[in-house]
């Protein structure tokens, strides 16, 4: 009777936490629910006043003991509040950027060819501007031009080398959401026709003050003009429109005639720039598609939207939620680690409790009373710490984001200043960190509340489970059905996560099912042994279920694999003993230290087990970030090597209808300029120019055509025999050497070497939208920017991909892609030189060209140093776990000394001296905290290793262990627990022989 | 010749403003191989005069010399090192480790000691044999009867061939057939290896069993070689 009154009494609490939700925003139902859950509390402790106030007089007993628990409790809800904490400033951030750096320009529309854009007579635009506005969604379309231009200030004599001169009219400044001054104050005319407006970032590259005369560079064609105004980010001041490779260009707002008539292009624009009204701001995906209906009306033109405001947001916020989700997954580590040292103090509440729980049983306290009495006790806990640990959650995320500002160049953002928290994130944080206590109490309260009040009374300890426990096998049972569900639920779903987490459920089950029949030891080192040996064999390659690993797979995988470590150590401890005690030669009189240090962890199997848990889940983690970012460390910088084909400095024309008239190297030796002649040791000169490929394909549906822009790129023998750039494939039945695929492509102007980046899946670094899916053997036509077609075959892929396009013989790109000239460059300079610096030096001398460079080797160092940083943040949040480890061991100490000074009194009187029971307490905390690095070190390893086979292999990473981030995390938490534990073991040390056994 | 001389012993227990005289100038001899039991009524000092003299407390003052090392002058390393090799113990409760095998149990003082392993075990198990306990070597103390844990105690107490044993009422925790069991024991090692054994107790039939009685009262020596009968005279006395 009274189980269908809890069962109705949990379905209307089920009801009454749903309500809200019905009628409420996340953040108020979240608050509503919290508020609900507390007052029910209330309303049961109101029935329950004696049960209730016996909890509140232990949560107020020891102050100490509360702070302890309230401590380890608050780590789970900080760290949950922390990962939606970083979460919400992230979106904040991008919000914040995207909305400034486009400012109400919604879509723009243009025709792009490689990388620069396509003019049309204003008068062929008009129409479909008029169009524009007459569409529900549009509040205002305007016609704009846009340039690639070099920047130089004649006062500072500082020059700025990539920018876009945006040139616009009166009506579009008031309609796409005007220039604000320094101060805020809004700005009402345009630039002028002989001014430009600066926005802060360019303003401080050229130390330019307003008043300014300025340069605009674009080839031999200079336009001097006036710095008008230096104007703040806010509005259009903000506007950058990205284009081209390696480049932030920064903009330079212009009168749009001034534009028109120094590029030749008068009365013609390139870009069409849109502002959407309220609704169409609501319904984005309508907005964009009649645009593009309108757009598809006028199809000579081949206008495109570009630039898409509302989708630069999403993609944003998902690439942003990919960074913010490995948080939670490795916040989620030490979350678990945080909810298993709840769950060893309140066991050790419970057995310091145990006589007095004991009494009060005898005089008729029921189980279920007893349970509640630790649940208000644990209400009282979580309330607290959840809100404490809360706020600590903020303040960790906001330590993180100045740590994260400080270690990556973000170029403008300014991540410190978008940081935010919402209430939704809050309220969730709370009612997760409050949930979780309650949770975890009420699990340890199961263990607690099963005591025998005789043996309680008399502090006897609790006999092992007998193995013909009914209790322990029907439990085996639902464990098992549970791991069938899962891994049925898990093939449905097609989820490696989940079908090996019923897999592993049911391995472990077995452990409580075949020890009536094989005893502990044998049983449970089978269930260990079977669960590890589905986890290794999926790391080497016999996978029970086929599917692909998710970065959550991290959390199952180490969870399952410790647990099976931990059953296997606990179940054999006697083994270990013998192994320790001989392999440790202690001087022979701590022999007797050794066996009783280890015997004693190995006796408290589960709150050794939970201990070595917590250290092993942190240590395990860590292991595998460090060889994550050991491997990363060890193969960008052969990957940039060799995308640099072993060159200092890659230079190039930011646009690349620019060239050179004269080949550089005869440029640079011609004369010395900033650049002296003679540190520069050796220049490949290529003619780039950008192409429109156009081609079909075989597919299983029928013909599938493709056209995408690219660059042709040029190349002779000196490429190829002075640069390194190795091929990923070739047509191997054709030729046998890589140098064989390079001499034919110098042969046959219609074959063609592709970088890696235009194959699907192929890049090394990150992947590009869009790539366009080249295959080896695909034939196609390609256009040059004067109508020019030829037909090409591509004979090999290039490992490299940041050299992009199609390597066809010098030929090629003169006579069929109508390159115009020398403008990329490879460059060696003299050894020992700052590459930087003379990098710096030379795009001076060809600040004519706009000559643009990137210095590989520095680049390498800046990628492995922000994936450095990047992987000390993680460690730095996994430190939290590890953090709790070593409170964990420092409160077992402390208990495990308060329970046994009657055997220290003993060990005392029979001849251990002061020093061996400090040794002895340091050796049973470092054998726990050892056993626990060294089962979260191992696997680490394993699953690294796992996770570079399933990630990295095929983008030919080589694997390597990157040892020393690895022990000294591993030496750090060693000492930092031998400290934690030391003041303890001392106090042991001085416990009087005579007083204990006498009076204990 | 004594084994054990103490000259005007004084400890003082200090709670607060509470001072307890324990120990009032207590001055005796105990000659080797003696079998002596320490008998008073409750609080009357005998435990206290135990723990000084086995150098487990400290005095507040006197001299205690045990085979003429004056243990009041040693260090506590020294004093530690000292009673492992040349005393034993035997409490009420046992106070076997239980997470040790009655044979680890055994041979710890011996590898305290540092006697090597293998010759630990072997004396352990033939003190075990002693005891009648071989077949019970590998049990931990939880597996073990009170009667068991008190023999694997005496095992422990005498492996190192201790010059003195210390028993702090040895039978208190038993049952009547276990305690004479356990008693015959310890007389019948006493006779065999000539050891000193000081029993602290409350039984008369331990007392009997001793070669005289220490008779103790308000921390002090009534009777260095009184009877049973005389300290249970005295105890009804005094209610």
Redo the contacts between chains.
């Keep these: 009777m009274s189980g269908w009154r809890t069962l109705i009494k949990v379905f209307l609490a089920a009801v009454a936490l749903m309500i809200p939700w019905a009628f409420l925003s996340t953040a108020l139902s979240l608050v509503m629910d919290i508020l609900i859950i507390v007052l029910l509390t209330f309303l049961d402790a109101r029935n329950n006043r004696v049960t209730f106030t016996m909890a509140l007089r232990y949560a107020l007993r020891r102050p100490s003991t509360t702070a302890l628990v309230v401590c380890g409790l608050m780590v789970g809800t900080a760290i949950v509040s922390a990962s939606f904490t970083m979460s919400d400033t992230l979106d904040n951030l991008i919000l914040g950027e995207v909305t400034e750096g486009l400012g109400e320009v919604d879509l723009v529309l243009g025709s792009r060819f490689s990388t620069s854009y396509i003019y049309f007579d204003d008068t062929e635009l008009a129409p479909i501007v008029q169009q524009l506005e007459g569409s529900e969604w549009v509040e205002h379309a305007s016609l704009v031009c846009l340039e690639n231009v070099v920047l130089l200030d004649q006062r500072s004599g500082l020059s700025s080398l990539s920018n876009m001169a945006i040139g616009l009219d009166g009506d579009m400044v008031a309609n796409f959401g005007h220039f604000y001054d320094g101060q805020g104050g809004m700005l009402a005319d345009p630039p002028s026709a002989v001014g430009a407006y600066l926005p802060p970032g360019a303003a401080l590259e050229l130390d330019a003050l307003e008043g300014d005369p300025i340069l605009l560079v674009r080839g031999s064609n200079v336009l001097p003009l006036q710095v008008e105004r230096i104007v703040s980010e806010e509005g259009l001041g903000g506007y950058q429109l990205s284009s081209g490779q390696f480049q932030i260009s920064s903009s330079v707002f212009v009168d749009r005639g001034t534009l028109q008539a120094w590029t030749g292009e008068t009365g013609r624009s390139n870009l069409i720039f849109v502002t959407l009204n309220e609704q169409g701001g609501e319904n984005l995906a309508e907005a964009r598609e009649e645009v593009q209906s309108i757009l598809q009306g006028h199809p000579s033109l081949d206008l495109q939207i570009i630039q898409d405001k509302g989708e630069i947001l999403e993609e944003g916020q998902e690439a942003l939620s990919a960074f913010t989700s490995l948080f939670f997954v490795f916040g989620s580590f030490s979350i678990i680690a945080g909810m298993a040292l709840v769950l060893n103090i309140f066991t050790m509440l419970g057995e310091e409790r145990k006589s007095e729980m004991g009494i009060t049983r005898a005089v008729g306290m029921p189980r279920s009373t007893l349970r509640r009495l630790f649940t208000y006790e644990g209400v009282i806990y979580g309330a607290v710490a959840a809100g404490i640990g809360t706020l600590l959650g903020v303040m960790l995320a906001y330590l993180m984001i100045l740590s994260i500002s400080g270690m990556f160049g973000f170029g403008d953002l300014s991540i410190e200043d978008s940081f935010t928290f919402t209430p939704t994130g809050l309220a969730y944080s709370y009612l997760l960190g409050f949930l979780l206590t309650l949770g975890t109490v009420y699990v340890a309260t199961a263990r607690i509340s099963r005591l025998n009040i005789v043996r309680a009374i008399r502090s006897v300890?609790e006999?092992p489970v007998p193995i013909k426990d009914r209790r322990s096998f029907l439990l085996g049972w639902g464990m098992m059905a549970a791991g069938i569900v899962l891994a049925v639920l898990g093939v449905g779903l097609e989820n490696l996560g989940v079908s090996y987490s019923g897999l592993s459920l049911g391995a472990l089950s077995l452990g409580l099912l075949l020890r009536r029949y094989l005893g502990d030891r044998l049983a449970w080192t089978m269930a260990a042994l079977i669960t590890l040996a589905a986890w290794l064999g999926q790391v080497f390659g016999l996978k029970v279920f086929p599917y692909t690993a998710e970065i959550e797979m991290l959390v199952v995988a180490g969870l399952f694999m410790l647990v099976a470590m931990l059953l296997l150590v606990m179940f054999n401890s006697d083994l270990l003993i013998r192994f320790f005690?001989a392999v440790i030669r202690a001087?022979?009189?701590y022999?007797?230290v050794v066996?009783?240090a280890i015997?004693?962890p190995?006796?408290a199997k589960f709150r050794t087990g939970l201990s070595i848990f917590i250290f092993g889940l942190v240590i395990f983690t860590v292991t595998i970030l460090s060889m994550i970012s050991g491997i990363m460390n060890y193969n960008i910088p052969i990957m940039v090597e060799e995308t640099s084909g072993g060159f200092d400095t890659i230079a190039f024309t930011l646009d690349p209808r620019i060239s050179l008239e004269q080949d550089p190297w005869e440029r640079i030796n011609g004369t010395d300029g900033f650049l002296r002649k003679e540190n520069v040791s050796n220049v490949v000169s290529l003619p780039t120019i950008g192409v429109r490929v156009n081609g079909t394909r075989m597919t299983e549906d029928g013909t599938d055509a493709y056209q995408f822009d690219t660059l042709g790129l040029g190349v002779d023998r000196r490429f190829f025999t002075e640069g390194y750039y190795p091929l990923a494939e070739w047509d191997t039945e054709r030729f046998a050497t890589e140098e064989e695929v390079w001499e034919s492509i110098l042969d046959n102007g219609s074959l063609a070497i592709i970088d890696g980046g235009l194959v699907a899946n192929m890049n090394q670094f990150a992947p590009i939208p869009d790539t366009p899916g080249l295959m080896l053997g695909d034939s196609f036509q390609v256009m040059a920017y004067d109508g020019t077609l030829s037909n090409i075959t591509v004979v090999a892929v290039m490992k490299q991909s940041a050299l992009g396009g199609l390597f066809v013989n010098l030929d090629t790109a003169y006579e069929d892609f109508k390159a115009p000239g020398f403008n990329r460059m490879l460059i060696d300079y003299a050894p020992g030189l700052d590459v930087r610096e003379q990098s710096v030096l030379l795009e001076k001398d060809f600040l004519d060209l706009g000559l643009s460079t990137i210095s590989v080797k520095s680049l390498a160092e800046d990628i492995t140093s922000a994936v450095d940083s990047i992987f000390t943040l993680f460690r730095a949040f996994l430190a939290i776990g590890l953090v709790i480890g070593i409170v964990g061991l420092g409160i077992i100490t402390i208990r495990a000394i308060h329970e046994r000074r009657?055997?220290i009194?003993?060990?005392?009187?029979?001849?251990?001296?002061?020093?061996?029971v400090i040794i002895n307490f340091a050796l049973e905390s470092a054998f726990i905290s050892l056993l626990g690095i060294i089962a979260g070190s191992l696997l680490g390893i394993v699953v690294g290793y796992q996770l570079w086979v399933e990630s990295l292999e095929g983008q030919d990473f080589i694997f390597v262990i990157d040892w020393f981030p690895i022990l000294i995390v591993a030496l750090l938490a060693f000492l930092a627990t031998m400290l934690s534990i030391l003041p303890a073991a001392r106090g042991a040390s001085k416990v009087?022989?005579?007083?204990v056994?006498?009076f204990e | 010749m004594s084994i054990i001389r103490c000259q005007d012993i004084v400890k003082t227990y200090v709670t607060g403003d509470i001072r307890v005289e324990a120990l009032r100038g207590i001055t005796m001899e105990i000659e080797k191989g003696e079998m002596v039991g320490v008998m008073g009524p409750s609080g009357c000092g005998k435990?206290?005069l135990l723990?000084c003299l086995?150098g487990?407390?400290e005095v507040t003052s006197g001299k205690v010399w045990i085979e003429d090392v004056e243990l009041t002058e040693l260090d506590?390393?020294a004093k530690?090192?000292f009673?492992?090799?040349r005393m034993?113990?035997i409490?009420q409760?046992y106070?076997l480790?239980?997470?040790?095998s009655a044979v680890?149990n055994v041979e710890?003082?011996l590898?305290?000691?540092?006697?090597?392993?293998a010759m630990a075990r072997e004396k352990a198990l033939r003190l075990l044999e002693t005891v009648g306990l071989k077949e019970r070597a590998t049990m931990r103390p939880?597996s073990l009867s009170g009667g068991e844990r008190q023999r694997v105690t005496v095992a422990?107490a005498l492996v190192n061939t201790p010059a003195l044993v210390w028993a702090?009422e040895p039978t208190g925790d038993l049952d009547k057939r276990t305690a004479d069991d356990v008693m015959a024991l310890m007389r019948r090692l006493n006779e065999q290896n000539g050891q000193t054994f000081i029993i602290v107790t409350h039984d008369p039939e331990v007392g009997m069993q001793c070669d005289r009685i220490i008779h103790m009262r308000d921390g002090e020596i009534v009777d260095e070689s009184g009877t049973v009968r005389s300290v249970c005279q005295d105890i009804v006395a005094r209610g």
């Excluded at chain 1, 009087?992 to 007083?995: G, M, T, V």
């Excluded at chain 2, 590898?111 to 392993?117: A, T, V």
């Design positions: 300890p006999p005690t001087r022979s009189s022999r007797a066996r009783t015997s004693y190995l006796k009657l055997e009194g003993m060990m005392r009187a029979i001849g251990f001296t002061k020093r061996m009087s022989p005579a007083e056994l006498r | 435990t206290t723990n086995s487990i407390d506590d390393n530690t090192r009673r492992a090799r034993g113990f409490f409760f106070n480790l239980p997470v040790l680890e710890l003082p590898l305290i000691s540092g006697d090597s392993p939880a422990r702090d």
